[in-house]
């Protein structure tokens, strides 16, 4: 089923210089980037995009961090790309993700109160449409 999802590179993968990467990565999976933009998340946008964890004892921490510099907001395309861009990325802690994937490549635990992953991809055509209404 040909979806869209939406894929944000967090300030660490930014910061990092990792932008390059990770979409080399996603083109190299045969996605299309449909939509590209760096740009600096609001707090509206934050607590838009994060209302599900809104409450949880890391969602202070996160909202910080996605606030703490350039991130880079990414439209991609193609069949089954949400479940496919979630197997690139791996799993949400980096320390398990595995070899292979952007965050058990480039990822680790830094010790900080909110896991810095590198990216962050929909979980579902829901909040896809969602998220892309969010920040396009
Ligand atoms: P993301 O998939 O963008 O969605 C929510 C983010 O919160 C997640 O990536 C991580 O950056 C962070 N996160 C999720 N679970 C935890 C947790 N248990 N502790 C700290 N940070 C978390």
Redesign the pocket.
């Known amino acids: 089923q040909l979806e869209r999802s939406l894929v944000i590179i967090k300030p660490d993968g930014y910061r990092r210089g990792l932008t390059g990467e990770v979409l080399r990565r996603i083109e190299a999976k045969g996605y299309t980037i449909a939509k590209l933009q760096v740009t600096e998340a609001t707090r509206d946008q934050l607590d838009a995009h994060?209302a599900e964890?809104e409450g949880k004892p890391?969602y202070e921490p996160?909202v910080e961090f996605m606030s703490s510099g350039p991130i880079v907001v990414a439209v991609i395309e193609g069949n089954d790309c949400i479940k496919g861009f979630r197997s690139l990325a791996g799993a949400?802690n980096p320390t398990e993700a595995a070899p292979g994937s952007i965050r058990g490549d480039l990822g680790r635990d830094w010790g900080l109160?909110?896991?810095?992953?590198i990216v962050?991809g929909s979980d579902s055509t829901e909040s896809a449409e969602r998220e892309i209404a969010i920040w396009f």
């Open positions: 994060y964890h890391f996160l949400t109160k909110v896991q810095q992953n962050h």
